[in-house]
C-alpha cells in the first residue's frame, strides 16, 4: 500500500505561483511513475503531468513551459511547480503513483487551487 497526500492548494492570483506537494509514505520503493491530475467542476479528470523512475516527464499541453514535476527522493516527495498561473487551472489536484505495468492504483484525497482575481 501506498499512502499520497498533497498539500500546498490555495486561491492565487491570475499570472501567479503555486507549489503543490505530495508526501508519499508505505511501499514505495518500487513506485514507477508518479503524477499530477486535475478535475475542474463538471469536467473530466486530465492528466497534467507525470514523472517516472528515470526522471523523465511528461506534461499536458495546457501546461508545457508553464509548469514543472519534480521529485526528491530523500523526502519522499511529488512536487508540481505552477507558473503564470490561468483562471482556467482553477480545480482540485491530486497526485497519483502506481508500479510498472499497473494502472494509476494509488490516490491522494486532493488540494483545491483557484486562480481568480
Known amino acids: 500500500q501506498v499512502q499520497l497526500v498533497e498539500s500546498g492548494g490555495g486561491l492565487v492570483q491570475p499570472g501567479g505561483s503555486l507549489r503543490l506537494s505530495c508526501a508519499a509514505s508505505?511501499?514505495?520503493?518500487?513506485?514507477?511513475?508518479m503524477g499530477w491530475y486535475r478535475q475542474a467542476p463538471g469536467k473530466q479528470r486530465e492528466l497534467v503531468a507525470t514523472i517516472i523512475s528515470s526522471d523523465s516527464t511528461n506534461y499536458a499541453d495546457s501546461v508545457k513551459g508553464r509548469f514543472t514535476i519534480s521529485r526528491d527522493n530523500a523526502k519522499n516527495t511529488l512536487y508540481l511547480q505552477m507558473n503564470s498561473l490561468k483562471p482556467e487551472d482553477t480545480a482540485v489536484y491530486t497526485c497519483?503513483?502506481?508500479?510498472?505495468?499497473?494502472?494509476?492504483?494509488?490516490w491522494g484525497q486532493g488540494t483545491q487551487v483557484t486562480v481568480s482575481s
Open positions: 508505505g511501499s514505495i520503493f518500487n513506485i514507477y511513475a
Open positions: 497519483a503513483a502506481r508500479y510498472q505495468f499497473n494502472p494509476w492504483d494509488y
